[in-house]
């Protein structure tokens, strides 16, 4: 399932109390907001985009970019943990700036911690490791060490 931007929003009106009593989150008082999610989206995702499911890397060796964000009805070039779990907290932190700046800084440390998460959640690959020492003699009375 692909994530929307408008889905992120919403998430991020979740994290900041901005849904209305129905547990909408386009209201009047989300519009503002509302206007400057596709800029912030487009500046975050980038950032997570080497450890997104989705990140491929270009034979050619040029640096892979993400498909801008043009509408909220457009999914995101993301995975969906991606989407759904690290992104709502670093939107809700950029919207908050100069306004909440304590809620601002939680979601921003959470962002942070979470892509951390996804550093070191990387997928590693394991090889055999060959001995070129082999057995030579006296190198083998040192191979436990007291």
Known sequence: MATTAQEIFEAAM???????????????????YKNRVLLILNTLAPELYPYSDTYEIDE???????????????AVDLDDYCCRTVLPYGLAAQ???????VGAQFCQQRYEELKDGL?????VTSEDINDVYGSYGWYDQFGAWT
């Open 14 to 32: 979740g994290l900041m109390d901005e849904l209305d009593d129905s547990g909408a989150a386009d209201t009047s008082d989300t519009a503002e």
């Open 95 to 101: 919207l908050w700036l100069g306004e909440d700046n």
């Open 60 to 74: 050619a060796g040029e640096r892979p970019v993400l498909r801008r964000i043009k509408k909220l009805s457009e």
């Open 119 to 123: 550093r070191r959640g990387l997928p």
